[in-house]
């Protein structure tokens, strides 16, 4: 009787030690410009340690560079894709002369600069640049991930963080385009113009 008694009250702890899973392992990659890219280096010291993210997150550099391994990307496919990356460009919206319709072409070489005008009152633009090249860059990078909307979905899941400009207040984006999500959470107020078009 004493030796049934005892089967059953260590019982539990077998099948509790049996159950026990392999923990998961979340990332989130913080901002910091050019200094984001530093994220790849740490990218590769995980791989060469053979530990496999679960979860992954980040805001601005880190969102890029997070939202970029979530969908597939190596470390070391990575590094060799920001090496080619010139940032002065992808900063600016400066659309190559190639790229551009008739109308377009005519339309950037007859005026120097150009305003915006809100209920017929010339006003200032919202910031110097629009992003487009950033927002360019990600859906060319992404664009083997097919319409995905939800970003548990990638081959890590993955979130970012941008702010609400108006209220200061943290945003969680894990759903949607994930190029939009990238460049609102890249995005840097007063460079970049606001965008009118939610997620």
């Known amino acids: 009787m004493k030796k049934i008694l005892l089967l059953l009250l260590l019982f539990p702890l077998f099948n509790f030690a049996q159950v026990q899973e392999d923990p998961k392992v979340g990332l989130v990659l913080s901002g910091g410009g050019a200094k984001g890219l530093a994220h790849i280096g740490a990218l590769k010291v995980i791989e060469e340690a053979g530990i496999k993210i679960d979860y992954i997150g980040?805001?601005?550099?880190?969102?890029?560079?997070?939202?970029?391994?979530?969908?597939?990307?190596?470390?070391?496919?990575?590094?060799?894709?920001?090496?080619?990356?010139?940032?002065?460009?992808?900063?600016?919206?400066?659309?190559?002369?190639?790229?551009?319709?008739?109308?377009?072409?005519?339309?950037?070489?007859?005026?120097?600069?150009?305003?915006?005008?809100?209920?017929?009152?010339?006003?200032?633009?919202?910031?110097?640049?629009?992003g487009q090249n950033i927002y360019n860059l990600i859906s060319r990078l992404t664009v083997h991930l097919g319409d995905v909307r939800d970003f548990s979905q990638l081959p890590i899941p993955f979130f970012c963080v941008a702010s609400n400009i108006e209220t200061g207040e943290e945003v969680i984006l894990d759903s949607g385009s994930l190029a939009k999500a990238v460049s609102a959470s890249a995005a840097i107020p007063s460079f970049f113009q606001l965008s009118t078009n939610g997620r």
């Open 58 to 130: 980040g805001s601005s550099m880190g969102a890029i560079v997070g939202a970029l391994y979530a969908s597939g990307y190596t470390a070391a496919q990575l590094d060799s894709l920001f090496h080619e990356i010139n940032f002065n460009i992808l900063l600016q919206d400066d659309i190559p002369r190639s790229s551009k319709t008739f109308y377009e072409k005519e339309e950037t070489e007859k005026y120097a600069l150009t305003l915006p005008i809100n209920n017929f009152q010339v006003a200032f633009p919202s910031g110097l640049s629009k």
